[in-house]
């Protein structure tokens, strides 16, 4: 047999093999969609359609820089939405992969709750919208949202943290030394903006010999809702000597104005 007819050979049956492979696999080990475990194939990236038009749908729009809402551009006046431009914000900035709502939705709950494989589906998304930020070249550090350390242990893992490490910032170093020194409720059990504002209120600190004088900050976490945790942990790490300092979100939630 000729050399060219015996390589196409191989590559027919190789292939053969391969799909009988994967055929088999999906016989005894049915992939399932990672948020509403309906049956996929092992090429759908962990999603069904269904499910991927949701994300896409969350993830698309225009939104304010400054909280996160959704805005057109159009409506910004000054880098800030109406809803916005009176409240008090002390980080600089802010860049959200999409909205808290389905597809979107599920699947940060079920990353939070032991599925902390969705990683790897959630971190691009985040990384798509840190590089389509304002300030995406300014970063010095990338600083995860700390979770008690009694939580941390019950959970297995802190979720900001997790998201953060997959990041691929030119330059951009995890810094750990933002710590959470008192632990809070969940922040849904506190019904309004000012109840989240005094509930965080001390509950973060910053490590002896901390690095964070003189440099631009990204606090990363999954869900920003009245923007109390950020807005406590931006104060922080300002006391703490920081220039400047962004924040970066899986979604934003509680879109209307409050």
């Known amino acids: 047999m000729e050399a060219p007819r015996f390589h196409s050979v191989a590559a027919r049956a190789r292939s053969a093999a391969i799909l009988a492979w994967r055929g088999f696999n999906q016989l005894l080990w049915p992939c399932r969609c990672d948020t509403c475990h309906e049956g996929i194939s092992d090429t759908d990236g ?10 896409l749908t969350c993830t698309a729009g225009d939104y304010c820089p400054r909280c996160g809402r959704d805005a057109s551009r159009y409506g910004l006046v000054g880098g800030a939405c109406g809803a916005c431009r009176d409240e008090e914000l002390h980080f600089d900035g802010i860049a959200r992969a999409g909205v808290y709502g389905d597809a979107l939705q599920r699947m940060i709950l079920a990353f939070k709750h032991d599925h902390n494989e969705l990683a790897s589906v ?13 300030f995406h070249h300014d970063i010095d550090l990338l600083v ?23 990041l691929r910032h030119p ?19 506190a019904t309004t903006p000012s109840a989240r504002a005094r509930n965080v209120a001390g509950a973060f600190g910053v490590r002896e010999g901390h690095e964070f004088n003189g440099k631009t900050i990204c606090l990363v976490d999954d869900i920003k809702t009245s923007g109390a945790t950020l807005n406590e942990c931006a104060r922080v790490l300002k006391e703490a000597g920081a220039a400047k300092v962004y924040a970066l979100v899986l979604a934003v939630a509680g879109q209307k104005a409050v």
């Open 46 to 55: 962990g999603l069904c359609p269904k499910c991927w038009d949701e994300l």
């Open 144 to 166: 995860p949202v700390p979770l008690h350390w009694t939580r941390r242990i019950l959970r297995g893992y802190n979720q900001a943290h997790l998201i953060t490490k997959q």
């Open 122 to 134: 959630l971190a691009p998304l985040a990384e798509a919208a840190l590089e389509g930020s304002g």
């Open 171 to 189: 330059r951009g170093r995890i810094n750990t030394d933002l710590v959470r020194i008192r632990r809070t409720r969940a922040q849904p059990q």
